[in-house]
């Protein structure tokens, strides 16, 4: 059965800062690989999906790599901001499209 | 091009009440997942619907079904509510059940009372 596991869950930085995310999953036969970021109350935003060939994804200040072999993937989030301050999701696509997702990581940037 | 929609944004019931949630799929997708998502929790998955039938299901009870109709868009009905069915909803489409991107939508807010 796979499992996914966020770490830390939860994390308080000053603005500026550069951070990761950590994603971990038990069983390494993932198709895709994505994260989302969630405000309090609010829906899912999809930030980047990694495809199963792919080592790795950018999209502006956000970095997301995935490792199959070792069964982990991270979010790099450059110079951070307030504005940055929400819950982060990881989920793995089973081959079926079941999406299975971790606990989340609440991210609090201070000004 | 519209995205994935969902209604109502909010919902009150009382125990023992049924409630239908209803679910638009982004345009061109033909498939529809649905999520339930507890407070402080991850999002898990109820059930998956394509060429309107079930799928496959997650781990919840009988309580919960569902239907796709002909234009794709879905319905999940929860039967005889319990506190702990208060959660946010959460539904996505995608294309062909596989394991495409699946796009979400902003989700139905649930209090059981």
């Known amino acids: 059965k796979q499992e996914v596991t966020q770490i830390p869950a939860a994390l308080s930085v000053p603005e500026g800062e550069n951070l990761v995310l950590n994603c971990s999953f038990t069983?390494?036969?993932?198709?895709?690989l994505q994260w989302f970021r969630q405000d309090p109350g609010k829906g899912l935003t999809s930030l980047l999906l990694?495809?199963?060939?792919?080592r790795e994804q950018t999209s502006g200040r956000l970095n997301a790599s995935l490792d199959k072999s070792s069964g982990r993937s991270t979010l790099y989030i450059a110079a951070s901001q307030p504005g940055d301050s929400a819950t982060y999701l990881c989920?793995?696509?089973?081959?079926?499209?079941?999406?299975?997702f971790g606990q989340g990581t609440t991210l609090q940037v201070k000004p | 091009d519209a995205g994935v929609t969902q209604s109502p944004t909010h919902l009150i019931k009382t125990r023992g009440q049924q409630v239908t949630l209803r679910c638009s799929p982004k345009?061109?997708?033909?498939?529809v997942s649905w999520y339930q998502q507890a407070l402080g929790q991850g999002p898990q998955f109820i059930f998956q619907?394509?060429?309107?039938?079930?799928?496959q299901r997650g781990n919840f009870p009988d309580r919960f079904s569902g239907h796709q109709f002909p234009n794709y868009s879905s319905e999940l009905n929860v039967n005889a509510l319990l506190l702990g069915d208060s959660a946010l909803y959460l539904c996505?489409?995608?294309?062909?059940?596989?394991?495409?991107?699946?796009?979400f939508g902003p989700g139905t807010r649930l209090t059981v009372l």
């Open positions: 989920a793995v696509y089973s081959n079926t499209g079941k999406l299975i």
């Open positions: 996505a489409s995608s294309l062909e059940w596989s394991y495409n991107e699946q796009f």
């Open positions: 990694i495809q199963s060939s792919q």
């Open positions: 619907y394509y060429e309107e039938e079930e799928r």
């Open positions: 345009s061109g997708h033909d498939t």
């Open positions: 069983d390494s036969a993932i198709y895709n």
